[in-house]
Nanobody, 120 residues
């Protein structure tokens, strides 16, 4: 019954910015270590960023200094602010989280993805 829905993707020029949002719905007790991953055609899925309940964040080397992950626990939402975008950032971006529910316990969930295209 848990669902993750991403939004905020689109077409942007190099050097531009986008903010992605991921909202979780369902009978949720807690959301642990939400994050973002991306996958370009023909390439392996890459973890982009992850944030813990304590606010500690981890980033892939390719996005450090440009991307910022944050969360709003009251809204069950995680965000990814993307600045100074490059063509190599083009990919489908997926929201991911460990979510605890009464019915299923702790389980890993993925959103359906949102397309980000960086091109001039």
């Amino acid at each position: 019954q848990v669902q993750l829905v991403e939004s905020g993707g689109g077409l942007v020029q190099p050097g531009g910015s986008l903010r992605l949002s991921c909202a979780a719905s369902g009978s949720i007790f807690s959301i642990n270590a939400p994050g973002w991953a991306r996958q370009a055609p023909g390439k392996q899925r890459e973890l982009v960023a992850r944030i813990t309940s304590g606010g500690s964040a981890n980033y892939a080397d390719s996005v450090k200094g440009r991307f910022t992950i944050s969360r709003d626990n009251a809204k069950n939402t995680v965000y990814l602010q993307m600045n100074s975008l490059k063509p190599e950032d083009t990919a489908v971006y997926y929201c991911n989280a460990l979510i605890n529910t009464q019915a299923m316990g702790v389980r890993n969930y993925w959103g359906q993805g949102t397309q980000v295209t960086v091109s001039s």
